[in-house]
């Protein structure tokens, strides 16, 4: 949504910015009046803040190319410039006949080009340089020294520009897609290919709201108002509901059914009036057909609320292509019609009500970017005295004409409402290529169609879930298909660039633009895609809609770079960069993110069995490449110094300047939990090693399906399987878990820096206030040493949580018996991430960062442990008893205290507290917590 240089001077007259006043409004369209000449909402400002680019800490590590690795992650003009020899495989056998990973050369001194450490080039070539030669001291120079002279000039010269060359080339890796061929095929999101799915509510930021799956969609939307009940002037304007907010306050909001292609029932309680919105698509034309949305408001029942006057704000809006015209009957915006690349002509109408005591107001306007949207109708709204008794907010109408400007086209037109609860409303979209329609879709019509989708979602949910055969209560059945509904209702359509960086730039660069079809953890507070997130959140999509899982997978897989990097938050787009914090924005290629998508494709691959088509084996021939460049990518960067070790990356060692408790470890997803007390080079993780376990074993499995070689992954699978070696690695003897290794101690504690107190009052002046130190990490007793971190909690559980300890072994009975104790995780709500007898249980990581992954209870961790307990007590061994009763005793407590906590507060919560079981941080949280429908209906 971006002007021309000759445009930018007049739509600072009517789009929100950092000074424009909003044109004034003389009179209404209705018959009222303005009760003042000036606006009530006061400026809006609309600026574009510089961002400071994420300071992750931890060095770069070096890619090294493993033996095996396709030539898609290198140039192809140095494919033949690296060898292995004995020292740099990638997978060899020992004189034991051991299966090891490569260990990366030791880094050369002082970073010169082509060092191995983390700050030496990604792909691991050596840049050589040309050779200096001494002066000559002779005073008369021979043709051959001459040559020899200017030989070497030109060889100087023309290093110095090699290594400029591979310099740019180094910068560039970070922001060049992968070449080899997409997962998502042409077309597959358009109109033609996927009619059902083009249209959707593709926009979980908003409370209700519909885009299409296209680069630069039409987007449509609902706000609305609660107006004043008294005749007495205000100062202050109604406050306008648009995005979700978690500081709206609302008691309640969330899908109650949604199929993810056709049909969608929501509910949203606010303060003083409840409404639901309801939309059904209707297939048709050539640019996915019609849809119509219902509106029903009622005033809640409370003797203390007063019947609400509530307007309702319609709009429709370009993103940058296509264009939009009011349509404009009897001083009333009966309809908007346009027309863009991919929807051709369409018209969205506004039908009348028949009713009295309604006021109708609209806006032309023109708004700079989608994520000022608001701060647009906020700009252009309006204080009015209606029947001269009572105070109105209105739209002002058509900004653009009133200010002159014939060159500036509309980008967002909105139709507002105003009426007293309840009422019924409808928005109608028809597409001008959907010749064959019989009846529009309205009225009894539209309640025929919702009725019918109603019935389909409901027969659905029980053919996929079977929980009413299981004895489930229709509230609990409630709950079930709300967390349902809220992942598939969440799932948004992202177009945009992300902001990445490299150690090789020294500023943050943009990336390739692209789309991205994923779920969203929260659509409060993280409206967004999330690698990590989204492999547990098609664990439950999957098993809803094969079909989207699918091409949710593909979209994430064709956002890697040419190193096999993925970056781990996707902020594509202003609306979604503009709920993200500036020191969060920039990704960097040296941090990972747990390989989650490993979990649904192996979930996928076990459905394939002896049940796969030809499309399902085309699909994995497509994701293959891609995966094996991921593969290689954690294989290369994320390993540790020891054989078979893994290391994540990111972990800073100053921490803020010594002001974080323990370092975080965000890239790991486990933020803060308890890792080595310093971090270094020598560190051991637990759980990546176990991710790429999985990881191993998915890779094999999808080789033997499609006929690729695959004998890497299975040794790799094995290595990393072998309880024995793992073991060794990461089994402490003195606290006998499995656990971190790395440079460690317990003695560090936050204390508050000393400062200089004021100097004393002056007689009859009051006494200055006590300055307040910062908090400070302090080493209390004997340095940090080479040892086991052993922390208790969910990251030494991941050789159990991942299924690779041994059913027979003894160290499985140890953590089986540690399950249950209530002073470690044990509790009557869930398994919590860390061990009350930890020092740092639920203790702050700086002054102002509460504990995170320190006790609270996570249900993600959580179905991977009923997971894990339903494998053990399924398979021979000793312990298959005591799995079987920890499992059901488990699985029981987490569905009846999500289930209480969603009926007492409203709400499926990002974690819950280990004391009452209560829901903690954001709201709602319908990603990876609606994994409890999986643990209801048993299906892992």
């Not at 909105?414 to 609860?421: A, D, N, P, R, S």
């Not at 080493?779 to 299924?803: A, M």
């Not at 009923?866 to 009763?885: F, M, N, T």
């Amino acid at each position: 949504m971006s002007l021309t240089p000759d445009q930018t001077s007049m739509a600072s007259e009517i789009a929100p910015n950092g000074g424009g006043e909003p044109a004034e409004l003389p009179g209404n369209s209705d018959g009222s009046q303005s009760e003042t000449d000036e606006p009530d909402f006061g400026e809006i400002f609309a600026t574009d803040e510089s961002s400071e680019p994420e300071q992750d800490g931890g060095l770069h590590e070096v890619k090294q190319l493993s033996a095996g690795e396709g030539p898609e992650l290198y140039p192809e003009e140095h494919a033949d410039k690296w060898e292995p020899d004995d020292q740099d495989c990638g997978l060899n056998e020992d004189e034991e006949g051991m299966v090891r990973h490569r260990k990366p050369p030791a880094a050369k001194p002082n970073g010169a080009a082509g060092d191995e450490g983390d700050n030496g080039p990604e792909d691991g070539y050596v840049q050589h340089a040309g050779r200096r030669t001494a002066k000559s001291r002779q005073n008369n120079m021979s043709w051959g020294q001459i040559l020899k002279v200017c030989a070497t000039i030109f060889l100087t010269l023309g290093g110095g520009v090699i290594y400029v060359k591979y310099q740019e080339m180094l910068r560039a890796r970070v922001n060049t897609p992968l070449d080899a061929p997409r997962a998502v095929e042409d077309g597959a999101t358009g109109a033609t290919l996927s009619p059902d799915r083009f249209w959707g509510t593709y926009r979980p930021n908003v409370y209700f709201g519909m885009k299409t799956r296209s680069p630069r969609s039409l987007v449509t939307g609902m706000m609305w108002m609660v107006q004043y009940s008294r005749a007495v002037p205000r100062i202050v304007r109604p406050d306008i509901r648009h995005t979700c907010e978690q500081g709206d306050g609302l008691p309640r909001y969330g899908w109650l059914q949604h199929d993810g292609r056709n049909f969608g029932l929501q509910e949203i309680v606010d303060k003083n009036f409840s409404m639901v919105t309801e939309f059904v698509k209707r297939p048709g034309g050539d640019h996915g057909g019609d849809w119509t949305w219902r509106i029903t408001a009622s005033p809640r029942k409370s003797k203390s609320i007063s019947i609400p006057t509530v307007s309702f704000l319609f709009y429709a809006a370009t993103d940058g292509q296509g264009t939009i015209q009011p349509v404009i009957e009897n001083n009333r915006l009966v309809a908007i019609t346009g027309q863009t690349e991919e929807l051709g002509k369409f018209r969205l109408s506004f039908p009348k009500l028949s009713r009295k005591n309604i006021t109708y107001h609209h806006l032309v306007s023109y708004s700079p970017r989608l994520d000022l949207l608001k701060s647009s109708v906020e700009h252009g709204m309006r204080r009015l005295l209606f029947n001269k008794t009572r105070i109105l907010y209105g739209l002002a109408g058509d900004l653009i004409k009133r200010s002159n400007m014939p060159d500036l086209q509309a980008n967002v037109i909105v139709h507002q409402v105003t009426l007293e609860v309840p009422c019924v409303l409808e928005v109608v979209f028809e597409s001008e290529s959907f010749i064959s329609r019989n009846t529009r879709l309205v009225g009894t019509e539209l309640t025929r169609e919702l009725e019918r989708f109603k019935v389909a979602f409901d027969e659905k949910f029980e053919n996929t879930f079977g929980l009413n055969k299981r004895g489930y209560t229709e509230k609990n059945l409630r709950f079930a298909k709300a967390a349902v509904s809220n992942m598939v209702g969440g799932i948004g359509y992202f177009n945009g660039k992300s902001l990445v960086q490299s150690p090789y730039n020294e500023e943050p660069v943009e990336y390739w633009e692209a789309p991205l079809y994923t779920a969203v953890p929260s659509r409060s507070f993280f409206p967004r895609g999330f690698l990590w997130d989204e492999g547990f959140h098609q664990l439950l999509v999957s098993k809803w809609d094969t079909a989207i899982s699918k091409e949710i997978l593909s979209h994430w897989l064709d956002l890697m770079n040419m190193e096999g990097w993925i970056p781990r938050e996707q902020i594509l787009g202003s609306e979604a960069r503009s709920k993200v914090p500036a020191e969060f924005v920039v990704q960097k290629n040296q941090n990972a993110n747990p390989p989650t998508l490993f979990l649904p494709i192996q979930s996928l691959m076990k459905d394939l069995v002896g049940n796969s088509s030809e499309e399902d084996i085309l699909l994995l021939k497509r994701m293959f490449p891609r995966l094996k460049t991921w593969y290689n990518w954690f294989n290369t960067s994320q390993l540790g110094n020891d054989p078979s070790s893994y290391r994540w990356r990111g972990r800073d060692p100053s921490a803020n300047k010594n002001q974080q408790l323990n370092p975080l470890t965000l890239t790991s997803g486990l933020d803060d939990y308890p890792r080595a007390s310093h971090p270094s080079d020598n560190e051991r993780h637990v759980d990546l090693r176990c991710w790429m376990a999985l990881a191993s074993g998915v890779m094999a499995d999808i080789a033997k399906v499609i006929g690729e070689p695959g004998e890497e992954y299975e040794a790799t699978h094995k290595l990393l399987t072998d309880n024995a070696l793992l073991e060794k690695l990461h089994w402490s003897p003195e606290a006998q878990l499995f656990s971190d290794y790395g440079k460690h101690t317990k003695n560090v504690v936050l204390e508050r820096e000393k400062v200089p107190l004021p100097p004393p009052a002056k007689p009859g002046m009051r006494r200055p206030p006590v300055p307040k130190g910062k908090m400070f990490r302090v080493l209390k007793g004997e340095p940090p040493k080479d040892t086991f971190v052993n922390s208790f909690g969910y990251v030494s559980l991941f050789p159990f949580l991942l299924q690779i300890v041994d059913p027979k072994s003894p160290k499985l009975g140890k953590i089986l018996t540690d399950l249950k104790n209530p002073q470690l995780l044990w509790t009557k709500y869930g398994l919590r991430s860390l061990a009350k007898t930890d020092p740092l249980y639920m203790k702050y990581n700086t002054e102002h960062d509460p504990p995170y992954w320190r006790g609270q209870i996570w249900i993600n961790m959580n179905f991977l442990a009923v997971r894990a307990l339903h494998h053990y007590s399924s398979v021979k061994g000793p312990y298959k008893s005591q799995a079987a009763e920890t499992y059901k005793e488990l699985r029981r407590n987490l569905i009846h205290n999500l289930y209480v906590e969603y009926e007492r507060s409203g709400y499926i919560w990002e974690n819950y507290s280990d004391v009452n079981g209560h829901g903690k941080g954001c709201h709602p949280f319908t990603g990876w917590s609606s994994l409890i429908v999986l643990i209801m209906a048993e299906k892992y």
